[in-house]
């Protein structure tokens, strides 16, 4: 295949139709030196999503990367310099409710690992996760911390994709950086995660829902940040074989958080307590956040100022 002559970076973003995998191929694509190819099974992604009519450098194929056939047929059309890994069955309840799907994604990951290694990439940028920390044995949580004690399906699958990363840069030298998102938010989030759900409800006057007394804490990351850092590290060559935790840096009880939209949305909303999930909703999330913050170089988005421009996109009718 022949690119333009500016082309420098032939760039892999898998799972490019979600919320948090098609902002980072649009910022890659931002740089006319990127060429960006997305794949994407849009088991949860969407079309909607892909930024492909933006920007002339920038592909969507709809390709499993748990299918090798599928997925090596891209990679020896385009041979990739980079690879970043974002494709992941995601969500509480859909994880919790299809384990055996979850754990396939370790197939994905063998995937990109051995195709990566045997067509020249040079690096591979991977999406892991906070429920590697399981519930967490420190405050705030570092890096070099992760004590294993998740038995849910989805941090079983992270963890095991950061052990196929180091062990093929052991063994192979192929480059790896790992970063652990916490909760992200921002425009084009569906409605299935918490942020998205209550501003949702709130807009629409309807009940918020929370599982168990709502004491359970988040900290939540506006996407622009969530971007730009993981970016910055590309750019940087920044924290090569290593880990990042992406994440924000204020812990927000859940049912702060939905007295919080109620009040910025003016709603009439009430909330509701459900039962607590019987597994899968840890008590507490905080990470250390001194990586990111040397990557970022600004001040992160005030939770404030990162719900009031979700909510001017106005996408929340729709959602419901």
Known sequence: MKYPSEIKNKILVTGGAGFVGSAIAAKLASNPENYVVIVDNLLTGSLKKVPESD???????KCDANDYKDISSVFFAYTFDYVFHYAAVVG????????????NDITGINNILSLSKNTGVKRIYYSSSSEVYGEPVEFPQNEETT??????????VKNVGEAYLKSYEREFGLEYTIFRF???YGPKQSKEFVISRFLAMALQNQDITIYGDGSQTRTFCFINDNVDACVSAFYNDLYVNDVVN????????ILQLAKSIIKITGSKSSVIHL????????TRRLPDTSKMRDLLKRDVTSFEDGLEQVIQHGQFISLL
Request: proline content about 10%.
């Open 55 to 61: 920007f002339n450098n920038i592909r969507f194929i």
């Open 92 to 103: 509480v309840k859909r994880t919790l409710q299809n384990p055996v799907m979850v754990l």
């Open 147 to 156: 004590p294993l004690n998740s038995r849910l399906p989805y941090a079983i």
């Open 182 to 184: 916490f909760n992200t």
């Open 246 to 253: 992406i994440g924000g840096n204020v812990e927000v009880p």
């Open 275 to 282: 039962p607590a999930l019987e597994e899968g909703d840890m």
